[in-house]
């Protein structure tokens, strides 16, 4: 199956609720031989209405930061634990989450990614995959919003940026 025609599954998906109120559903976006897999938790209202992930004000503040360490946005692929926007933007409910996640768990197997990045906790649910480097920072839209948390991401992007060099694909 191309990517295509997996991504079209999750466009017509009604596994769980999420998508009865969402305008797209969000698959991810990237290279598909990507080193690196970020992964956040749902996308956000921009992100449902463009159809594509951290886009908004966070996914700026995110790939500002990445830039400003020398990661290109574009070498990475990027999705999220469900991908359908929910309600008001609150945290995807357990059902939700495990019916969505063997869509993540496809893209993981499919990319075959050496790295994982969880953003924030509620990343923490993607499947865990023998001989991948889970690495867990702070989410980006927590970053953007306290200042005590700014520098710590940044540290943490700039580790990542280490880690990242380091590692062959
Ligand atoms: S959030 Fe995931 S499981 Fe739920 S409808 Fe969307 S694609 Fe399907």
Not at 49 to 68: D, I, S
Not at 91 to 102: M, N
Not at 114 to 119: A, M, N, Q, W, Y
Request: hydrophobic share 40%; charged share 25%; with cysteine.
């Amino acid at each position: 199956m191309s990517m295509e025609e997996f991504n079209m599954q999750i466009y017509s998906c009604s596994r769980c609720r999420l998508w009865q109120g969402a305008k797209h559903g969000v698959p991810g976006e990237g290279p598909l031989n990507a080193k690196v897999m970020l992964v956040g938790q749902n996308p956000g209202a921009d992100e449902d209405e463009l159809g594509r992930p951290f886009v908004g004000r966070a996914g700026r503040f995110l790939t500002k930061m990445l830039t400003e360490h020398g990661i290109k946005r574009e070498d990475l692929f990027i999705t999220n634990i469900v991908k359908h926007v929910s309600p008001q933007n609150r945290k995807p409910f357990t059902d939700e989450v495990a019916a969505c996640l063997p869509y993540l768990t496809a893209q993981i197997s499919f990319i075959k990614p050496k790295i994982i990045v969880l953003l924030g906790a509620s990343a923490k649910e993607a499947p865990r995959v023998e001989g991948i480097e889970y690495i867990q920072i702070i989410h980006p839209s927590a970053a953007m919003r306290f200042t005590n948390m700014r520098e710590k991401f940044r540290l943490q992007i700039a580790d990542l940026s280490k880690r990242i060099q380091q590692t062959s694909k």
